[in-house]
C-alpha cells in the first residue's frame, strides 16, 4: 500500500520515446518551466520500469531516487527512452501509475536508425558497418552476449522503428488521451509551438521558451547504399501506414 508521500511525489507524465528523436532538446526545455520536476540530469536514464535489477529495488526507491527534491506544487516527470520499445513495460508502469501521461516523439525512422546506430558506433558499443549491421540485427537482438544487450537491445536499430507496433502494446493498458506525441521534424522546425502543445497537454501555463539548443545532434554523416535504403523503408512500410492512419497525419516523406 502506497503512503501519502509516495502518491504526492509519483511520476505525473513520462516521456518514453523513440530513442535518437529529439528527447533530450525536449527534456531540456520542460526543465525550463517552474511548475514542471524532471531530475537533473537526463543520463543515465532512469530505466526503472525496464531494468529488471533497477525494478526489484522497488517503487519506492524509484521515489526516492529521482523524485525526493520535487516539491508538491511541481508535476513530476522523467525520460527513459527504452519504455517504448519494451513489451514488458507498460504493465509495469500501469501497476504503479495507471493515469500516467505519456510523450512520445517520432522521427523518420530511417533517419532515427541511422542516428542510433552512429550514437552506439561513437560509444564503443558498435563495432560493424552500418549495412552489416543493420543484416545482423535479427540475430544479434535473439542472441544478446549479456543483460544489457537483453534489456537496452542496443543493436535495434530498425526494430526500434516499428512505433505502431509499440503504441499498440501501451494501448492494452492506457487511453489514448494519455499519450500526446510530437513529430521530430515539426519540433525542429517550430520547436514552441510543439512545446505549447506539450503544457497545454500537461495543463501547465504557457512560458515562452528562449535560445532552445538543439542536444545530441551527430556531426558524422555516414553513407547507407541504395539497396540498404531501400531494404529499410521496405521494413517500416507497413507500420508507417498505419502510424499514419492512427495518427491522422501524412507521414509519406518517411517513405521517401
Known amino acids: 500500500i502506497y503512503n501519502e508521500y509516495m502518491i504526492k511525489k509519483s511520476p505525473n507524465f513520462l516521456i518514453i520515446g523513440a530513442a535518437r528523436s529529439g528527447t533530450t532538446t525536449l527534456y531540456n526545455c520542460l526543465k525550463k518551466h517552474p511548475l514542471i520536476y524532471l531530475p537533473k540530469n537526463k543520463r543515465p536514464e532512469p530505466h526503472f520500469f525496464l531494468k529488471n535489477k533497477e525494478f526489484k529495488k522497488g517503487y519506492e526507491y524509484y521515489i526516492g531516487k529521482y523524485f525526493f527534491n520535487s516539491s508538491l506544487n511541481q508535476i513530476k516527470g522523467e525520460a527513459s527512452t527504452s519504455y517504448l520499445f519494451q513489451k514488458y513495460v507498460p504493465s509495469r508502469i500501469y501497476k504503479y501509475i495507471p493515469n500516467c501521461k505519456?510523450?512520445?516523439?517520432?522521427?523518420?525512422?530511417?533517419?532515427?536508425?541511422?542516428?542510433?546506430?552512429?550514437?552506439?558506433?561513437?560509444?564503443?558499443?558498435?563495432?560493424?558497418?552500418?549495412?552489416?549491421?543493420?543484416?545482423?540485427?535479427?540475430?544479434?537482438?535473439?542472441?544478446?552476449?549479456?543483460?544489457?544487450?537483453?534489456?537496452?537491445?542496443?543493436?535495434?536499430?530498425?526494430?526500434?522503428?516499428?512505433?505502431?507496433?509499440?503504441?499498440?502494446?501501451?494501448?492494452?493498458?492506457?487511453?489514448?488521451?494519455?499519450?500526446?506525441?510530437?513529430?521530430?521534424?515539426?519540433?525542429?522546425?517550430?520547436?514552441?509551438?510543439?512545446?505549447?502543445?506539450?503544457?497545454?497537454?500537461?495543463?501547465?501555463?504557457?512560458?515562452?521558451?528562449?535560445?532552445?539548443?538543439?542536444?545530441?545532434?551527430?556531426?558524422?554523416?555516414?553513407?547507407?547504399s541504395k539497396e540498404t535504403k531501400k531494404f529499410m523503408i521496405n521494413y517500416f512500410k507497413d507500420d508507417i501506414n498505419k502510424l499514419s492512419n492512427f495518427l491522422n497525419k501524412d507521414l509519406r516523406t518517411w517513405l521517401n
Open 102 to 224: 505519456f510523450i512520445i516523439m517520432l522521427r523518420n525512422p530511417v533517419e532515427r536508425a541511422i542516428s542510433n546506430y552512429l550514437f552506439t558506433y561513437n560509444n564503443g558499443i558498435e563495432t560493424l558497418d552500418f549495412d552489416k549491421a543493420i543484416r545482423n540485427e535479427n540475430k544479434r537482438i535473439k542472441n544478446p552476449k549479456n543483460i544489457f544487450e537483453k534489456e537496452v537491445q542496443p543493436f535495434a536499430y530498425l526494430k526500434r522503428g516499428l512505433y505502431y507496433n509499440q503504441i499498440s502494446n501501451y494501448l492494452k493498458y492506457f487511453k489514448r488521451k494519455q499519450f500526446h506525441f510530437i513529430i521530430f521534424d515539426n519540433f525542429i522546425l517550430n520547436p514552441n509551438r510543439e512545446l505549447k502543445a506539450v503544457l497545454e497537454f500537461l495543463n501547465l501555463n504557457q512560458i515562452r521558451f528562449q535560445n532552445i539548443r538543439r542536444f545530441n545532434k551527430s556531426k558524422i554523416k555516414i553513407k547507407v
